[in-house]
């Protein structure tokens, strides 16, 4: 084989090859927007091979490089691992010829004799004994492994994985199907167990659980030098998560003392929060203090901010009213016209209701005037299951709806983790348009998300009455 011939002849077999991803089993429907915006922040799209199975633990990808799925694994916290897939098929003799037909030269760097190696064994759904993954191993003896086996510190990590389906209750002697490849890396499923709020030096009632901060990161393509802000920042989960990926982070939030690390304490056995019980110590704690720009105390419904695109990205958890209250300022707009019996005195009052589709609306219309065009707004939705419908998730002219992904919280009640992107500038225009246009406000029947909530608890029995939905329990 000329020279020319042997390099068009490796970048092909380069070109197509394929990586089997292996997926966490929980958060289902956050794994395929999670992995579409990382590919996308390396500007490729997302190719599946034929007959993608969404809930599956296993997906194929391909027109990949090892590059790109590398730089996934350094950022996913859906997947657990990813290997370059030599062979797969629905039974072991499938997978012998399959891996048959891998092109030798693209084994060979992986198999020379002065190179150490080990093979795995990994059973989705299934618990084999010792044994049996020995004669597994045993079995694949038709790869051409020329060195020598070393299980504590191998140059080359193969892995041998059987998939026996998703029901518990049904699980087949003989796999569904079968993959074998070489380990490439690990996904950042460590991240939730370092970050777990239990540990968190400063905490609330409703501090995002960690894993859920970090896919609200990936989903919103945060990255290295971003300016992030969160309206709604409580004890800065988000801030956390966005400023482990490099970004700059800032928050506001209508609580004083939330933004002042005072008050009652969230913890048990702790009356009074602590000095230094603050959203930059929350940072430090991880390491990412230098990326902390400040937060402040402010009511979203108000934007301090001066016009213009700012942020690259806003993620963020609003209230649902369980529990925290849906509150704002009044203004002296809204000063409550004097009765005939108050002295002639104006009342302008501290706190109003605010109302779930107005506080939406104002968030939208915010990420519209305030995102670089191209960032991303992430933000949960609470809703009432039985009401559900897509069309009531808001819309803007300027915002593109990328993804919505359910997370139920009860039987009755959910939040949806909904991700837009800026794909149009703020015009006056936009506001007659969100004034006239019925798809714009569509949240509003429900806004009484509380009511529904608690009365759906009181009309049922079940092991979650009476329990708001509790964020750490995630
Ligand atoms: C669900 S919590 C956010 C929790 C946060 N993600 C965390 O990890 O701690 C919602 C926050 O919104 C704040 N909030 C309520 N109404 C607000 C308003 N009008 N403007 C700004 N913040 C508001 C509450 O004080 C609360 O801290």
Not at 179 to 194: H, K, V
């Amino acid at each position: 084989m000329s020279s020319r011939t042997y390099n068009m002849a490796l970048h092909c077999s380069r070109a197509c090859r394929q990586y089997l991803l292996h997926l966490a089993q929980d958060n289902v429907e956050f794994r395929l927007p999670e992995i579409k915006a990382l590919l996308s922040l390396r500007g490729q799209p997302f190719c599946p091979v034929e007959d993608f199975k969404e809930k599956s633990p296993f997906w194929l990808l391909k027109n990949v490089s090892e590059d790109d799925v590398r730089g996934i694994m350094a950022r996913t916290v859906c997947a657990k691992s990813v290997f370059e897939l030599w062979g797969h098929g629905r039974t072991h003799t499938e997978l012998q010829s399959s891996l048959e037909r891998y092109p030798k030269e693209d084994m060979a760097p992986f198999l020379q004799e002065d190179s150490t190696y080990k093979i795995n064994v990994y059973t989705f759904n299934k618990t084999l004994e010792f044994q049996d993954r020995i004669k597994k191993i045993d079995e694949l003896e038709y790869l051409p492994f020329q060195g020598k086996v070393n299980l504590k510190h191998p140059d080359h990590v193969f892995c041998l994985l059987e998939d026996y389906g998703t029901d518990p209750n049904n699980i087949p002697d003989e796999p569904f199907h079968v993959y074998f490849g070489r380990w490439i890396a690990d996904g950042q499923r460590e991240l939730i167990r370092s970050h777990s709020v239990k540990k968190r030096h400063f905490i609330g009632n409703t501090s995002m659980d960690a894993g859920l901060s970090f896919i609200m990161a990936n989903h919103a393509r945060v990255k290295s030098h971003d300016l992030v802000y969160d309206p709604f920042v409580g004890t800065g989960s988000l801030l956390i998560a966005c400023s482990h990926f490099g970004a700059y982070v800032c928050g506001t939030d209508i609580d004083y003392n939330t933004i002042h690390g005072i008050g009652k304490a969230s913890r048990k056995n702790q009356k009074w929060r602590g000095p230094d019980e603050n959203i930059r110590a929350n940072l430090r704690q991880y390491g990412r203090e230098q990326f902390y720009l400040d937060v402040l105390v402010s009511d979203a419904s108000k934007s301090i901010w001066r016009e213009g695109p700012l942020f690259n990205a806003i993620v963020t958890d609003p209230p649902y009213g369980i529990r925290e209250s849906t509150r704002r300022t009044g203004s002296q707009k809204e000063i409550i016209k004097p009765s005939e019996d108050f002295c002639g005195e104006s009342h302008v009052p501290v706190s109003m209701a605010y109302h779930l589709s107005d506080m939406l609306s104002d968030l939208l219309n915010f990420a519209a005037r305030y995102l670089v065009m191209g960032g991303r707004l992430v933000y949960w939705l609470p809703i009432y299951r039985p009401e559900y419908r897509e069309e009531i998730v808001p819309l803007h002219p300027c915002l593109s709806l990328i993804s919505n992904c359910e997370q139920t919280l009860s039987s009755h009640t959910s939040r949806r983790l909904i991700t837009m992107e800026k794909t149009k500038e703020f015009e006056a225009s936009d506001i007659m348009s969100l004034l006239q246009d019925s798809r714009y406000s569509p949240y509003r029947g429900h806004n009484a998300f509380r009511e529904k909530y608690f009365s759906g608890i009181t009309k049922r029995s079940g092991k979650d009455e009476g329990k708001a939905p509790t964020k750490e329990d995630d």
